[in-house]
């Protein structure tokens, strides 16, 4: 089913994320721990934390045969962090990472190293994300959506 694919891009995808910087500590410019959730909205409670959120957001599909289909399915990874809006700096840093984590999935383009036949079909970043977040709590969210190709064996 499309749905049990999504959740395992996303846990694959938190998995690769967690392990690169065990090898390679430098792979971003900043430390972090992905989860993978469902509400990348709610306010951040932190005040230093930088989150790094995998969401599987939404999936379709179209019938090849009786028991296979393909379609396109995404995946969101969330960028949170809160901050004084007044910080441009920090909110500059904070959109340049999220275009690390960008480049780390499609420049070159790649498979996930933990399920390979997940193929990143496209890309898109919006940043900051979520407008009142940002002026009314001081929280930053920018949202890379990547879309994957997903096929039922």
Known sequence: M?????????DAMVQELNWIQTQTPDAFSRP???ERLYDYTRDLEDTVTLRVD????????????????RGPA???IAVREKFNVN?????????????????FWTTPPRALMYMPAAKILKRKIVYPYLQKQFRTHGQFVSVLQLTFNLVSQ
């Open 54 to 69: 995998v969401v599987p957001e939404t999936h379709e599909d179209e019938p090849l045969t009786r028991q296979a289909w």
């Open 74 to 76: 995404i995946v969101s």
């Open 87 to 103: 910080d441009t700096a920090r909110a500059d840093a904070l959109t340049l990472f999220t275009g690390e984590l960008r480049d």
């Open 32 to 34: 972090f721990n992905a």
């Open 2 to 10: 499309a749905g049990d694919l999504i959740i395992q891009i996303a």
